[in-house]
């Protein structure tokens, strides 16, 4: 397993970018695909990227795609997520996870460790 720790998260106007990251501890890190996640008050935590354990793919959201970028760093054990035109409607707490398969991507089942999350507020 790996353990996850974000940053990064804060309040930002609409239209404004913030940039996530996510350290990781533990030998085995490049072997995990990475995602992150979110949860707005009152709705189910969503995938929102996803890359794998090369970062050689990528995968999003519909919601997110063309705004948000994931991307990975194997020699420093971190994952970042680049969210750009932010919307009000993005606000949520934002978690890191690793997933055990490799690949990245749902179902949220194979992602067993995840981070304590950092909360992202876009005000309108």
């Known amino acids: 397993q790996v353990q996850l720790v974000e940053s990064g998260g804060g309040l930002v106007q609409a239209g404004g970018s913030l940039r996530l990251s996510c350290a990781a501890s533990?030998?085995?890190?490049?072997?995990?695909?990475m995602g992150w996640f979110r949860q707005a008050p009152g709705k189910e935590r969503e995938f929102v990227a996803g890359?794998?354990?090369?970062?050689?793919?990528?995968y999003y959201a519909d919601s997110v795609k063309g705004r948000f970028t994931i991307s990975r760093d194997n020699a420093k054990n971190t994952v970042s997520l680049q969210m750009n035109s932010l919307k009000p409607e993005d606000t949520a707490v934002y978690y890191c996870?690793?997933?055990?398969?490799?690949?990245?991507?749902?179902?949220?089942?194979?992602?067993?460790?995840w981070g304590q999350g950092t909360q992202v507020t876009v005000s309108s």
């Open positions: 533990g030998r085995t890190f490049n072997t995990y695909g």
């Open positions: 890359i794998n354990w090369s970062g050689g793919s990528t």
């Open positions: 996870a690793a997933d055990r398969t490799g690949w990245g991507i749902p179902p949220q089942a194979d992602f067993g460790s």
